[in-house]
């Protein structure tokens, strides 16, 4: 099964994620099957982009987004996307 999840890059103490989707037997730092945006806690505001339309395909083709994923679709706005 397909995962919409995080991937963590970025150096120590300086976190920052890819959104990818990946495959979920495998651990989050394998090969991905595409990226979707990124996420960088470490700015004030959070910087957050995601390509809502790719996430939306992957979800209607079977996709199960992570909760934390499904949290930042959700903080996205739609012009955004």
């Not at 990946?22 to 990124?38: C, I, Y």
């Not at 982009?49 to 909760?67: F, L, M, N, T, Y």
């Amino acid at each position: 099964m397909l995962k919409i999840r995080l991937r963590r890059v970025g150096g120590t103490n300086a976190p920052a994620y890819r959104i990818v989707v990946s495959d979920s037997t495998k651990t989050p730092t394998a090969q991905v099957v595409e990226e979707l945006g990124h996420y960088d806690p470490t700015k004030n505001p959070p910087l957050l982009k995601v390509d809502r339309e790719k996430a939306q395909v992957w979800i209607g083709k079977g996709a199960q987004a992570s909760p934390t994923v499904r949290r930042l679709l959700v903080k996205v706005p739609a012009a955004q996307a």
